[in-house]
């Protein structure tokens, strides 16, 4: 651990993550000295409330991050883009929750259960990955290790959350809307910066993010190329179509994954997961135990049940892995980066 | 077509698939002379308008079968069970929509643009297939007889009239006490005669209908035993993740196949399923358009969209399928029965 008095930036500070952030910074009792809460011009200004002092947000700009050791970011992309090699020059390690950097070769993206020592090979700037690539990694490491992953088919079943503020808004409203069967107009989902937007109330939409060239969505090229790079499995066989639905937080994932080794049963599967760190096996058909994303709002850790074998091969398992997207998904895993860093002796 | 005077009877008729079997006898103009509608003791006596006449739903007993030639049942699997012979026995033709005799080797499971020469060698009972299975094998069938099917893995997002009225109710309900922050008690889902209830507002629960000893539930199993039998692909490797969502109506399935033939193009497979019967076409990323649950209500048609070519196979694919659960998934597929009968003159 590092015993210099650490200076910490929280970029983004008044926005969703960055409200969990903090509350994650908190929680986790993370050791620092002194705080900076920075925002764009039009949140600058507003005062927040941590462990009982008042801090007021400031502007983020390339000068606020003079003296400072690690900038957490989550306040968009172009954001990132702007600031991040600023705090970078100026000294700071930057830890980026958004997908600015994600795929850059110099830029280590990690999950510390997974590949904690690709922060070794920093230069400034770390990624924390896109939240339903997280929850799913988490879960296949420690099978890939026993097991040798091949193959993954994933299905997702996103919380507006994961789209922001606004999207939770939309969502709730509609759905009051729609149950006292007023009209409403669809502004947000499914992607803000989208043509058409539909209704999410009720209904499911198979987008998240624009659609690429190649008929995959981002969301989905997201999921497909953060695995191989957190997992250094170039090879893996990946595909995942994205879907949005309603509910407000906890995205949820029907996994099909096949293996190298035959002949591992479901037991195995699941004190393989058991043993996992950060992994909570909620398994047990015959008391109806599996987990829902409704049940895991709050809490840090990625969910796994409804563990079963292939009935037509014996190298292959589907399973059902939930997290809170706000949580394991964003700030918690940003915070554990920093953990990782510190005991590295890299902070 | 035949010329005899049909007498028609609907056993459930006072239920929601019962309802919409009335509607779709009148949308599709299908012939009939007499009509009976049956239900429970309970629903005796209720008075029902079809076609600007009065008719007054009789207690279902075996004596109302009495010169019957056809007769759909749609009232639960018990009063399948009790009934459906007794009315092959006075003489009726027996279309039932339950999973009483959905795998019974001598019961013919179809869906018309599938299977329908399957009816040919009823012996009194014809089965409909589970709504997930129905709109599944309709995408499927066209892309076998071109490319030979393989492999399926599918993930469902149901809809909860699925489950009846009252999983209706009950999610309205809850969607309502959510929003005004009151509290509720779940009692009908995930599945009504399971021991735990769960939330569904806002939630997704990954359990329908009880769980089997090999960990998959009973509507999973159904989709993988019902599609193998429909399409007479005994050695079909598929297996399914069902999961429901809090959607009124509109059943969805993210769903990856795997061909015999390689080489197919995304076009290819738009062009079979444009041509295929029963199939709507909703797939042009660039224009945002792709099916969805809520824009499926009250249509017949199975629609298809989000297809993708596997990036890691020239012999796979991944599609969006969704269609309304009531419609192609119930009464529209039980009438479609009713007219392939009446072509191949069997009624």
């Not at 090229?221 to 090879?235: F, Q, S, V």
């Amino acid at each position: 651990m590092s015993s210099k008095p650490l200076h910490i930036a929280v970029v983004g500070a008044t926005g969703a993550v960055g409200q969990q952030m903090l509350n994650t910074l908190e929680q986790k009792k993370f050791p620092f000295e002194k705080l900076t809460l920075l925002a764009s011009r039009r949140s600058a200004g507003q005062v927040i409330e941590f462990k009982g002092k008042s801090y007021t947000v400031e502007e983020a700009t390339p000068a606020a991050f003079e003296g400072v050791h690690l900038a957490l970011f989550s306040a968009g992309g172009s954001v990132s883009k702007a600031l991040a090699h600023e705090a970078v020059k100026r000294g700071a390690i930057v830890v980026d929750n958004t997908s600015a950097f994600r795929m850059d070769p110099e830029v280590p993206l990690v999950v510390p259960e997974v590949n904690e020592n690709d922060l070794l090979n920093h230069k400034g700037i770390i990624a924390n990955p896109n939240c339903s690539t997280i929850q799913m990694v988490a879960a296949l490491k420690p099978l890939h290790e026993k097991l040798g992953l091949k193959k993954v088919v994933v299905s997702t079943y996103q919380a507006v959350s994961g789209a922001g503020a606004k999207a939770i808004e939309e969502l709730k409203s509609q759905a009051k809307a729609i149950l006292e069967d007023k009209d409403f107009t669809p502004e947000i989902l499914p992607c803000g910066s989208d043509k058409k937007h539909y209704q999410i109330a009720f209904n499911a939409i198979p987008q998240i993010d624009l659609f690429q060239e190649n008929g995959f969505t981002y969301e989905e090229m997201k999921m497909m190329n953060e695995t191989k790079k957190i997992m250094h499995l170039e090879d893996l066989h990946i595909s995942a179509t994205c879907v949005r639905l309603p509910v407000v937080t906890g995205h949820s994932e029907s996994l099909y994954a096949e293996f190298e080794k035959a002949g591992a049963s479901v037991q195995e599967i699941r004190d393989i997961l058991s043993a996992a760190e950060g992994i909570t096996l909620q398994d047990s058909p015959e008391e109806q135990i599996y987990p829902m994303p409704a049940a895991s709002v709050g809490l840090p850790d990625v969910f796994v049940g409804r563990i079963r074998k292939d009935p037509d091969s014996d190298k292959a398992f589907h399973m059902w892995i939930v997290s809170d997207n706000l949580l394991k998904g964003a700030a918690w895993n940003s915070v554990q980066i920093a953990e990782s860093l510190l005991k590295l002796g890299l902070l």
